[in-house]
C-alpha cells in the first residue's frame, strides 16, 4: 500500500498524544511503541565474536522511513539506508515494490561497527522497538508482502545469531502471538534518494508523527545505553 494511502485511511480515527508524540488508536504496532506496555526483549543468547572493520546489517519490518529512523539513533550506527530486498525481479523501485508484485520487501541496509554494537544487539533493537514480529506481511497500517518482517544474514555468523534468536524468542512466549519473521536472502537496491534519511527531514509528516515518532521515542526509553541524540547520516 503506498504511503500515502496509509496516510489518507487514518481518517478521523482518534489519537492519543502520549510524550508528544501521536499515537494512532486501535492500529496494530509493536507493544514497546505504546505507552504504559513496554515490552522486555531480552538479548541474544548467542551472539557474534566482534569481527573487524565495519559491518552491514539488513533489515525489513515495514515502512523503511521508522526503520531507518530508529537505526539512525542507536550509537555504533555508521550508516543506514533505505532499500528493497528479497524479490525475484532484476529490479527494484517503489512503484514497482509497492505493486506487490515484485517479491521485494522495504528494508534498510545498517552499516555498523561491531567494537561498539553487535549484529545480536541490532537484533534485539529490531525485535523490541523497530517493528512487530508477529504482523504478517503487515505493519501498523500498510500491508502487502512488501512490509513483511524479514533478517537477510550477510554472512553464516549472523544466519546463525538470527535463527538462534527468533528460536530464542518464541520458546519464551516473548509475544503472545507466533513470530512470523522470516530469514531470506537477495540483492539489495537503494531506494530513490526521496525516500533516504526521511524520518530526519520530515519530522511534522503525518505518517512519521503516527506511526515512527513513537518507535524512536521508545529507542530512547527502553535502551538509553544505546541511544545516540545525533543520527547517522
Known sequence: MLKTRAIAALG????????????????PMPASAIAGSVLTVPPPRVDIDPPK????AVLAGGCFWGLEGVFE???GVRRVESGYAGGTAATATY??????????AEVVRIVYDPSIISYGRLLQVYFAVAHDPTQLNRQGPDTGTSYRSAIFPQTEAQRKVAAGYIAQLG???????PIVTQIETGKFFP???YHQNF????PGHPYIRINDAPKVANLRA????????TSAP
Not at 572493520?53 to 552491514?56: A, D, E, H, I
Not at 527502553?222 to 541524540?229: I, Q, T, V
Open 12 to 27: 478521523t480515527i482518534s489519537l492519543a498524544v502520549t510524550g508528544g508524540a501521536a499515537l494512532l488508536l486501535n492500529s
Open 199 to 202: 524520518f530526519n527531514l520530515n
Open 73 to 75: 539513533h542507536v550509537k
Open 95 to 104: 512503484d514497482q515494490v509497492s505493486s506487490e508484485r515484485t517479491g521485494h
Open 222 to 229: 527502553s535502551f538509553p545505553a544505546m541511544w545516540r541524540a
Open 191 to 193: 531506494a530513490e534518494p
Open 171 to 177: 520458546a519464551a512466549k516473548t509475544w503472545p502471538r
Open 53 to 56: 572493520g565495519l559491518q552491514t
